[in-house]
């Protein structure tokens, strides 16, 4: 702190232009209630300080005095844009706890369900961020979409957002009748989609422009930092956990890791950290397709697990391969029923540490297109 | 809804509404308020999935706005925590009169599913600005906002605007 102020000092002595000025915690633009103290240098961004808390719910000390699924909602409201994938690291951490084998038919429920969130995440990311760069058209498209997916998992789990559909050995509720149909009609709107995107905006010249070359993120700064998802994949490190260290049953399906690749721009770029959004997409479609062939339609959809978990004196680690990135549960149980510890790895928290490192530089403009591009939920950053 | 279908009833010829300018007034305004473009928490993005294609929020000739000075009434769709109250006060008394707050989801209406444990949450959006319209869910489906829209609207068609204090019996 000392420091910063005898920079201020010195500044003023210079008469420059540098300046301080605040972004948020009220902007349309900062996905949330995330306050960005930016200093400039005229347009140019010279430091950029991330202050949180503005939504800190206090999850971890919450989680406490709950129960062990009395949690599971509350894991909802971490991330509630991937409200599915979040649930699933904790509830395979209890699993692995209480040593339960769950049926073969919840394993590719969850599967489904999973990618079909991350479909949905991933649409919300490239919409606000083509939002963030001024074309409007992309959001309402993939809101239109994004509507049927919501519609499947709301048939399922019986909400629209906060699903609360994990269970620890299963799941709450059964597949419906015509559930295979949905899903597949669903992935055939969200490749058409895609494909409309991908020339209205992806490779629209105006939109390359103002993404492409901003915000370089070079693979050892990224790894560095313990960046995870698409952030760290569009720098062109091939790191996912369904492929390097496959939980669940990943390891049964055919689908390809999509890195940036440096078509346009640089590996590293904003552009290219959405261009892998919209390539997993069309992977998550993949796995979805499989996995519904594979599917075992009959069966019931819980193990036998008694209703009120009482967790043996142990802790564990379980991650999972989260849209934003990695997302991990590490869990103390010490015989009761509620945990002695729960300690949440936020993937957006961590990737958000990056920007003071990427932002340096580029106009302020620039800053939040690559705030953008990182894709944060201030519900996980914050907890 | 009022004024305009009286045209129905056509007076002496048609084209005539007879009426209050009070309710001419609280007509405009209640079918063009601005809000406050002000996402907290997870209430938010259901909010955003109003503003897209299926549910249409401009239909009840809303427009976001950036700054609250141009806002008739501010949405606090989530968590208000106590980092963040003081803001949320400061935006309110930024906003000019006559002004109104949508109170949307459990948490800004009670502190939700924080209410017991939270240490960082405020019980009630409701203690530290006045809310006129409170929409239950956590978070409250779209529909469930077109319902607290409409309230809002029915709360500003029935407001006084002349002899306000007289009629109220202040003085």
Request: net charge negative; charged share 25%.
């Amino acid at each position: 702190m000392s420091e910063k102020k005898r920079l201020d000092l010195e500044y003023s002595q210079l008469d420059s232009d540098r300046m301080r000025i605040n972004v948020g915690p009220q902007h349309p633009s900062t996905h949330g209630v995330l306050r960005l103290e930016v200093e400039v240098d005229g347009e140019i961004v010279t430091e950029v300080v991330p202050h949180l808390g503005y939504l800190h719910r206090s999850f971890e000390k919450h989680c406490e005095s709950m129960t062990y699924q009395q949690i599971i909602p509350y894991i909802d409201r971490m991330d509630y844009i991937s409200a599915m994938n979040s649930e699933w690291p904790y509830v395979m951490a209890l699993e692995k706890m209480l040593d339960i084998k769950v049926p073969e038919k919840v394993e590719y429920l969850r599967v489904i369900v999973a990618e079909l969130n991350r479909i949905a995440n991933h649409q919300i990311a490239v919409a606000t961020f083509g939002l963030d760069a001024g074309a409007f058209t992309p959001f309402l498209f993939y809101f239109r979409d994004r509507e049927f997916i919501i519609w499947i998992l709301e048939k399922l789990s019986g909400a629209r957002l906060l699903y609360n559909y994990f269970r620890v050995g299963g799941m709450a509720a059964d597949i419906y009748n015509g559930f295979r149909e949905d899903c597949l009609s669903v992935i055939e709107k969200v490749r058409k989609t895609n494909a409309e995107v991908m020339d209205l905006l992806i490779y629209n010249r105006i939109f390359i422009q103002r993404t492409a070359n901003v915000g370089i993120l070079t693979p050892d700064v990224a790894i560095n930092y313990a960046c995870s998802g698409p952030v760290l994949r569009g720098s062109g490190v091939a790191y996912d956990l369904r492929r390097n260290e496959p939980y669940s049953i990943y390891d049964r399906f055919d689908f390809d890791i999509p890195v940036g690749k440096g078509e346009v721009g640089v590996v590293g770029d904003c552009w290219n950290r959405n261009m892998v959004r919209m390539h997993e997409m069309e992977q998550s479609c993949r796995i979805i397709e499989q996995a519904l062939e594979q599917m075992p339609m009959e069966g019931d959809v819980k193990a036998n697990v008694p209703r009120r978990i009482k967790v043996p004196k142990s802790e564990v680690y379980m991650r999972a391969e989260n849209p934003k990135g990695e997302v991990g549960f590490y869990v103390v149980g010490n015989g009761t029923d509620k945990p002695e510890r729960l300690k949440a790895r936020g993937a957006s928290f961590v990737n958000l540490s990056v920007i003071p490192e990427i932002s340096k530089g580029y106009m302020f403009a620039d800053l939040i297109l690559i705030l953008g591009s990182i894709d944060i939920v201030l519900g996980e950053v914050d907890r | 809804m009022g004024l305009l279908n009286r045209l129905d009833d056509p007076y002496e010829g048609g084209g005539i509404v007879l009426g209050k300018v009070e309710e001419l007034l609280n007509w405009g305004r209640s079918k063009s308020d601005w809000y406050l473009h002000f996402g907290l928490a997870c209430c938010a993005i259901e909010f955003m999935a109003m503003n897209a294609s299926h549910f249409d929020f401009m239909r009840f000739g809303t427009i976001p706005r950036t700054s609250p000075r141009q806002a008739d009434f501010i949405m606090i769709t989530g968590t208000v925590t106590f980092k963040m109250a003081d803001r949320i006060k400061v935006l309110y008394e930024q906003m000019a009169e006559p002004k109104y707050v949508i109170s949307v989801g459990s948490c800004s209406n009670s502190g939700g599913p924080y209410w017991e444990h939270g240490y960082h949450v405020l019980k009630g959006v409701d203690r530290i600005i006045p809310v006129d319209v409170y929409i239950p869910g956590c978070p409250p489906r779209p529909e469930a906002f077109e319902e607290g829209m409409m309230k809002l609207q029915e709360k500003i068609n029935q407001q006084a605007i002349f002899n306000k204090r007289k009629r109220l019996g202040i003085e």
